[in-house]
């Protein structure tokens, strides 16, 4: 089965960087999402990896190493919206997304 | 604006009363799928549609049913609801499989089973 592991908690302060880590072993692997949800609402797309090293894309950065099964989503510049829960996928065939179990990310004034 | 659109936010139901959730999209994708989210746990996919091909998950209870009248719209039945499946419910949408295709969600229905 897939294997998907990322911390449950985090908290950081309002204008800080946070790193949120996630080690997958999956039988396959064809690309690695991560999304954001906030409390009752539905994922929304973040980012996603194929090749190994990182994507920028404004204040949020997500890096790839597929030999080591490991990403990490980077938030920089927190704002008090960032709270949510973030949501790491890893696609092992060609549709299936398997999720972790998601990292509540608490941002404090 | 396009989107995936679920009706309703909210249902109730009763053990063992069967209930259709229900999800339509304005994207033009032709994947479909639909996902379920308990509380404080991963989604977990149950079935999708490419098309008008079905495909079920090894793990999904013969309990929920899928159906996919045209492009536009999918629903999910669940035949005789028990306590365990109060859950939150996701539809998905997808213009296609493979490569770096994104999975766009709706809202989500929040069952609850009295």
């Known amino acids: 089965g897939q294997n998907i592991d990322q911390p449950t908690e985090m908290t950081a302060t309002e204008g800080a960087i946070v790193q949120i880590n996630c080690t997958y072993q999956?039988?396959?692997?064809?690309?690695l999402f991560w999304y954001q949800q906030h409390a009752g609402e539905a994922p929304t797309f973040l980012s996603y990896n194929v090749l190994d090293g990182l994507e920028e894309k404004g204040r949020f950065s997500s890096f790839l190493s597929r030999s080591k099964g490991y990403s990490y989503l980077l938030l920089k510049e927190l704002q008090m919206k960032d709270s949510a829960s973030y949501l790491c996928a890893v696609r092992d065939g060609d549709y299936k997304l398997s999720f972790g179990a998601g990292t509540t990310v608490t941002v404090r004034a | 604006d396009a989107m995936v659109i679920q009706n309703p936010r909210y249902q109730v139901t009763q053990f063992g009363k069967p209930v259709t959730l229900s999800c339509s999209q304005t994207?033009?994708?032709?994947?479909m799928y639909w996902y379920q989210q308990k509380s404080s746990q991963a989604p977990k996919l149950l079935f999708h549609y490419y098309d008008k091909d079905f495909n079920n998950e090894a793990d999904t209870p013969d309990n929920f049913q899928s159906r996919r009248p045209n492009t536009s719209f999918c629903f999910l039945d669940i035949r005789s609801p028990g306590l365990g499946d109060a859950a939150m419910y996701l539809c998905?949408?997808?213009?296609?499989?493979?490569?770096?295709?994104?999975?766009?969600f709706g809202p989500g229905t929040r069952l609850l089973v009295l």
């Open positions: 998905a949408t997808s213009r296609d499989v493979g490569g770096g295709e994104t999975q766009y």
């Open positions: 999956t039988s396959g692997f064809n690309g």
């Open positions: 994207l033009n994708h032709n994947v």
